[in-house]
C-alpha cells in the first residue's frame, strides 16, 4: 500500500536512524526512514537539477542532509510507493490545524484558485478524514467524470480500415490486393462509424484505468470500477499527451474540458513529471503566495458587487496592470486588488507571510514597501494596505500604519501623502463555530468590516 507523508511548508525532513529512535530529539524536523528520504532527495535533484521548486537541500554537520519544503502546497508522488503531501501552515485559535482541517481549508481555497480546474462549491465539501489530499484530487476528479457521463458520453466519427464481407465506404485498393489476393469475399474498406471510442473518452479510461491503481481510498476505486465499465467500448490512450494536443473544443466537448484536464495531470503524474502552475493541466503543487492572493481577491470582488448597499460605485480590478513609465510604456506594476470609484483609489496587496515582532522591522521586507509605494504613486492612491494571514505573533506586532509627512507634490496639487496599513486575514474563520465544516461566511464578515472602514477613510 502507498505511504504517505504529510508535512507542512517550511517543514524541515531528515533521515532518522533507525526505527523508533529520534535522531534530532527537536520537533522542529519530521524524521522519515533512510530509504524514503534517499527517494525524496533523488527527486529534489530530479526536479530541475537540485534548484528543486518544491524543496531545498542544505548540510548540516550534526544531522547530515536536511530537505526545506519551500511555501508549495499539494502532492508530490516522489517514487511508485512514496507520496509527498504539502499542506499550509494555518493557525487555529493559536494552535496549528491538524492534518484534517489544513487540507479542508487548502481544498475551499484553491477553488478559488485561477485556473484551477473546480470551482469553489466543488472542494468545500469533499471528505477529508483520514484522506489524502491525493484522494481529495481524484475524488473531485470522479464528481467530473460522474456529471459527464449523467449527461451521456460522447460519441463521434471513428475512421475504421478492417476485412469486412460487404463494401463499406470505399475499397482500400492496396490493402485489398495484399489481404484478400486470393479470397474474393472479403474486401478491404476504409469507413467511418460513429462511436463512442473517440479522443476525449481515450484519455479519460487511460486515467481512470492509471487512478484504480494508485488511490487509497475504498469509496473512490468503487467508483472508478464503476466508470470504467460504462467506458469498456471505449480503448485506451497510447500517447495521451499527443491525443490531448489534437482535441479542439467546441459546443459539443466543452463540458468534457476539466475533466480532460484532471485526466492530463494524473497521467503527467504516472510520468513523473510536474510544474508549478505552467499550464493547467500537468501540476499537483500550488504557491501558496498564489493560493491566498486569489482567494481574498475574488472574495472581495464578490463582496463588492452583492452589497451594493454598501459599496455603491466602487469597483474591483483583480491583477490589474499599469507600467512604470509612459514613454516607453515598460516595467509593470501589478497590484493584486484595486478598489477604485472615480479618482478615489484603494489598493490591497496580499504577502503570504508570517511577520514577527523579534525582528528588525517586524519582517516587513523593504522590497514589499518599495513596491507599495510605487502603487501608491502610479494609481494616485492615499491608502495602500498590506494583509497578511493572522498567527500568534499578529497581536504583538505594533506597528500597523508607515505615514509619509510633506510628500513632495507640483504646487496645489492634492495631498499625496501615503499611508501604508498593516492588516492580518484570520482564515481560522473559514471554520463554522463549533463544527469542522468550511464556510466563507464568517471571512466575508471579517472582509466586509474591513472594506467598509478602509474606504470610508477615503
Known amino acids: 500500500m502507498k505511504k504517505v507523508i504529510?508535512?507542512?511548508?517550511?517543514?524541515?525532513?531528515?533521515?532518522?536512524?533507525?526505527?523508533?529512535?529520534?535522531?534530532?530529539?527537536?520537533?522542529?524536523?519530521?524524521?522519515?526512514?533512510?530509504?524514503?528520504?534517499?527517494?525524496?532527495?533523488?527527486?529534489?535533484?530530479?526536479?530541475?537539477?537540485?534548484?528543486?521548486?518544491f524543496a531545498d537541500?542544505?548540510?548540516?554537520?550534526?544531522?547530515?542532509?536536511?530537505?526545506?519544503?519551500?511555501?508549495?502546497?499539494?502532492?508530490?508522488?516522489?517514487?511508485?510507493?512514496v507520496d509527498l503531501q504539502i499542506l499550509p501552515k494555518i493557525e487555529i485559535n493559536s494552535e496549528g490545524a491538524d492534518d484534517d482541517l489544513s487540507s479542508k481549508i487548502l481544498m475551499a481555497m484553491l477553488g478559488y484558485l485561477k485556473d484551477f480546474p473546480g470551482k469553489p462549491s466543488d472542494t468545500a465539501h469533499l471528505p477529508f478524514e483520514h484522506t489524502s489530499l491525493f484522494d481529495c484530487f481524484v475524488r473531485l476528479y470522479l464528481r467530473k467524470i460522474g456529471a459527464i457521463l449523467q449527461r451521456g458520453i460522447r460519441s463521434g466519427y471513428i475512421t475504421i480500415r478492417k476485412n469486412v464481407t460487404c463494401v463499406k465506404g470505399r475499397i482500400d485498393v492496396t490493402n485489398n490486393?495484399?489481404?484478400n489476393f486470393s479470397n474474393l469475399s472479403k474486401f478491404f474498406c476504409e469507413y467511418d462509424e460513429y462511436l463512442p471510442d473517440c479522443l476525449e473518452n481515450r484519455i479519460i479510461k487511460t486515467a481512470l484505468a492509471f487512478l484504480e491503481k494508485q488511490s487509497?481510498?475504498?469509496?473512490?476505486n468503487r467508483l472508478i470500477r464503476l466508470f470504467l465499465n460504462r467506458f469498456q467500448n471505449v480503448s485506451m490512450s497510447k500517447d495521451f499527451k499527443s491525443d490531448w494536443k489534437r482535441i479542439t473544443f467546441d459546443r459539443n466537448n466543452e463540458h468534457y474540458r476539466e475533466a480532460l484536464e484532471?485526466?492530463?495531470?494524473?497521467?503527467s503524474r504516472k510520468s513523473l513529471s510536474f510544474s508549478t502552475g505552467e499550464t493547467r493541466a500537468d501540476t499537483f503543487l500550488f504557491p501558496m503566495e498564489k493560493v491566498f492572493e486569489s482567494f481574498i481577491g475574488r472574495l472581495v470582488a464578490r463582496i463588492v458587487r452583492r452589497r451594493s448597499d454598501l459599496f455603491a460605485g466602487w469597483n474591483v480590478k483583480i491583477q490589474g496592470y499599469k507600467t512604470l513609465f509612459d514613454n516607453p510604456a515598460k516595467f509593470r506594476i501589478r497590484p493584486d486588488i484595486r478598489l477604485f470609484n472615480g479618482d478615489k483609489n484603494l489598493i490591497l496587496d496580499t504577502k503570504w507571510k508570517r511577520l514577527d515582532p523579534r525582528i528588525n522591522k517586524n519582517g516587513i521586507s523593504q522590497n514589499d514597501m518599495y513596491q507599495m509605494y510605487s502603487y501608491a504613486k502610479r494609481y494616485h492612491a492615499n491608502h495602500v494596505w498590506l494583509l497578511y494571514p493572522l498567527d500568534g505573533n499578529s497581536s504583538k506586532i505594533k506597528e500597523r500604519r508607515y505615514i509619509t509627512i510633506n510628500d513632495f507634490k507640483y504646487g496645489s496639487s492634492a495631498d499625496t501623502n501615503v499611508t501604508i496599513h498593516?492588516?492580518?486575514?484570520?482564515?481560522?474563520?473559514?471554520?463554522?463555530?463549533?463544527?469542522?465544516?468550511?464556510?466563507?461566511?464568517?471571512?466575508?464578515?471579517?472582509?466586509?468590516?474591513?472594506?467598509?472602514?478602509?474606504?470610508?477613510?477615503?
Open 6 to 53: 504529510v508535512v507542512k511548508e517550511y517543514d524541515s525532513i531528515i533521515e532518522s536512524r533507525s526505527k523508533g529512535d529520534s535522531q534530532s530529539g527537536d520537533s522542529r524536523f519530521v524524521e522519515v526512514d533512510p530509504a524514503v528520504f534517499k527517494s525524496l532527495e533523488e527527486a529534489v535533484y530530479r526536479f530541475d537539477k537540485g534548484q528543486s521548486r
Open 57 to 81: 537541500i542544505s548540510r548540516s554537520v550534526r544531522l547530515g542532509d536536511v530537505v526545506k519544503i519551500r511555501n508549495l502546497v499539494g502532492t508530490i508522488q516522489i517514487n511508485r510507493d
Open 177 to 179: 490486393l495484399r489481404e
Open 216 to 220: 487509497l481510498s475504498f469509496t473512490n
Open 262 to 267: 484532471w485526466s492530463v495531470a494524473f497521467l
Open 422 to 458: 498593516i492588516e492580518f486575514v484570520d482564515l481560522s474563520l473559514l471554520l463554522e463555530p463549533n463544527s469542522k465544516s468550511v464556510s466563507t461566511a464568517g471571512l466575508v464578515n471579517q472582509l466586509t468590516k474591513f472594506l467598509q472602514y478602509s474606504t470610508a477613510a477615503l
